[in-house]
């Protein structure tokens, strides 16, 4: 009986062992996956995934943010490459007034974020709304340019109460060639003042705009609001306006008027004899100083819309102004710069002389290194926010390889504020594709199609990358084999 029980002892003894050992071991793995959920991969900057060619896929969680670091590469890329970023997902449950953000920021500004991402930076880019494929999704578009050794993240931020589906697409593309050219300027043939009307409106400088204004004459200002400190659809914002000589009388017929995008072009198509404001200034005293006169206003704005502001003085006096875009009280408002003259281009050779953009066809010729700028508002009869346009170009003569050196792109009003002659790249939000349209071998075609915002002003510039002058023919809409006419005369 005795022998029986050690027996028995031994393989119960062996069986606790393993026992222990097995829940020892459990809460080890236990930990560890404690410990890792709590860090996920993406959730901050210190986890972020490394963003690879095309394609990245994911679900992003109700008030989640999601993290890529970009690497750089092995090779150099040719000066001028950018690089875009399309965030594509899913919108079908998206309340407009919460969002969702893409935001891009270097080395240099994490370090000032918090473990979890978290601080009180500007980002260095922001993906800007573009409708997506149906009502059901919708796109961030950004675009830049590719600084080789350094390294680059993206923060993907879903501020709704719903999870996302998204795919986050990475692109590269390479400058087309500068050419030189000793071709001869054009000589002018329509002169544009800026700032003279709205479609040649002067871009409205954040903080303070001065200017000295005739008698009887108006100067218009546009801006696109996005008060980046400011996550919400609807953002507040204030403008206070100074001027002088004041007589007491003066400051009534002195004012500012704001009018949307909406309402500029709906005025520019004849619909309205004037423009309707949405806001204008009102009178107020804002110093003790007599020679002075003060108008403010304050209101809520769209974030990502196109505005207009339009400084009128209706007195037989010259007067200087100071327009802030704050509520402001005694400023030191000091001497008004006399400009030597109001900036003049030639008609289409700049953003704000850019030609309208005719329905059906619009002919015209390039030099090479040359290029011209077009403008439109979006317009649509169903009323819809978003709307869906399209551009087809032929270029002759081709030789099968210079159509890949002529090229039109698309940009926001937004995109075009930094334009300078000479200046820094700016970054379109679409351009034309290789296609074949014909059966002409001395003609190339491109074709570029895409979903904008309802209202909104919109740039179209053509540029001949190419050695040798091109006539062009720009179609608004998807055209097949159509009837060229007659090429541009030649300046």
């Given at each position: 009986m005795a022998s029986r029980e050690k027996f028995l002892f031994i393989p119960l003894k062996s069986f606790l062992l393993f026992l222990a050992l097995f829940f020892a071991i459990s809460a080890t793995l236990l930990t560890i996956l404690l410990s890792?959920?709590?860090?996920?991969?993406?959730?901050?900057?210190?986890?972020?995934?490394?963003?690879?060619?095309?394609?990245?896929?994911?679900?992003?969680?109700?008030?989640?943010?999601?993290?890529?670091?970009?690497?750089?590469?092995?090779?150099?890329?040719?000066?001028?490459?950018?690089?875009?970023?399309?965030?594509?997902?899913?919108?079908?449950?998206?309340?407009?007034?919460?969002?969702?953000?893409?935001?891009?920021?270097?080395?240099?500004?994490?370090?000032?974020?918090?473990?979890?991402?978290?601080?009180?930076?500007?980002?260095?880019?922001?993906?800007?709304?573009?409708?997506?494929?149906?009502?059901?999704?919708?796109?961030?578009?950004?675009?830049?340019?590719?600084?080789?050794?350094?390294?680059?993240?993206?923060?993907?931020?879903?501020?709704?109460?719903?999870p996302l589906e998204?795919?986050?697409?990475?692109?590269?593309?390479?400058?087309?060639?500068?050419?030189?050219?000793?071709?001869?300027?054009?000589?002018?043939?329509?002169?544009?003042?800026?700032?003279?009307s709205p479609s040649n409106a002067a871009t409205l400088s954040p903080g303070l705009s001065q200017y000295r204004l005739e008698p009887y004459a108006t100067r218009w200002y546009t801006f696109v609001q996005n008060d980046v400190s400011v996550a919400d659809h609807f953002q507040d914002l204030n403008f206070s306006l100074f001027f002088t000589p004041g007589d007491g009388n003066r400051g009534h017929n002195i004012n500012f008027e704001l009018f949307t995008a909406g309402e500029i072009s709906a005025w520019h198509r004849g619909d309205r004899g004037q423009p309707i404001n949405f806001g204008a200034?009102?009178?107020?005293?804002?110093?003790?100083?007599?020679?002075?006169?003060?108008?403010?206003?304050?209101?809520?704005?769209?974030?990502?819309?196109?505005?207009?502001?339009?400084?009128?003085?209706?007195?037989?006096?010259?007067?200087?102004?100071?327009?802030?875009?704050?509520?402001?009280?005694?400023?030191?408002?000091?001497?008004?710069?006399?400009?030597?003259?109001?900036?003049?281009?030639?008609?289409?050779?700049?953003?704000?002389?850019?030609?309208?953009?005719?329905?059906?066809?619009?002919v015209g010729g390039l030099d090479p290194a040359q290029e011209v700028w077009y403008s439109f508002t979006t317009t649509n009869s169903e009323a819809d926010f978003f709307v869906e346009r399209a551009l087809t170009m032929v270029v002759t003569p081709d030789d099968g390889n210079r159509i890949h050196h002529v090229n039109f792109e698309v940009f926001t009003a937004d995109g075009v504020r930094s334009w300078s002659p000479g200046g820094a790249a700016i970054y379109n939000v679409g351009a034309g594709g290789l296609v074949v349209r014909d059966n002409n071998l001395l003609t190339g075609e491109r074709f570029w199609t895409g979903w904008l915002i309802e209202d909104m002003l919109f740039y179209v510039r053509i540029r001949n990358g190419s050695d040798a002058r091109v006539d062009y023919w720009l179609f608004t809409g998807d055209v097949y084999g159509p009837e060229l006419g007659q090429p541009a005369a030649a300046n």
């Open positions: 890792a959920a709590s860090t996920a991969t993406g959730s901050n900057p210190s986890s972020a995934i490394t963003l690879t060619d095309g394609e990245n896929t994911g679900v992003l969680g109700a008030d989640q943010q999601r993290w890529f670091r970009i690497m750089p590469g092995e090779q150099l890329h040719a000066p001028g490459s950018t690089r875009s970023l399309t965030l594509i997902y899913s919108a079908s449950h998206q309340d407009p007034n919460q969002f969702v953000s893409m935001q891009i920021f270097n080395q240099d500004q994490i370090q000032y974020l918090d473990p979890e991402g978290n601080g009180q930076i500007s980002s260095s880019g922001e993906g800007q709304l573009i409708p997506g494929q149906g009502e059901e999704m919708s796109q961030l578009v950004w675009t830049g340019p590719i600084a080789d050794g350094e390294i680059d993240y993206v923060q993907l931020l879903n501020g709704t109460d719903f998204y795919w986050l697409v990475n692109e590269i593309s390479s400058a087309l060639p500068q050419i030189e050219s000793e071709a001869a300027v054009p000589e002018p043939v329509a002169l544009v003042t800026v700032g003279a200034g009102r009178l107020v005293s804002r110093d003790s100083d007599p020679n002075t006169g003060e108008r403010v206003w304050g209101g809520t704005l769209l974030r990502g819309d196109t505005y207009f502001v339009a400084v009128e003085n209706g007195s037989d006096a010259a007067i200087d102004y100071w327009l802030f875009d704050e509520d402001v009280y005694d400023p030191q408002l000091g001497l008004v710069p006399q400009p030597a003259a109001a900036p003049v281009y030639v008609l289409g050779d700049t953003p704000q002389s850019a030609l309208p953009l005719g329905e059906g066809q619009n």
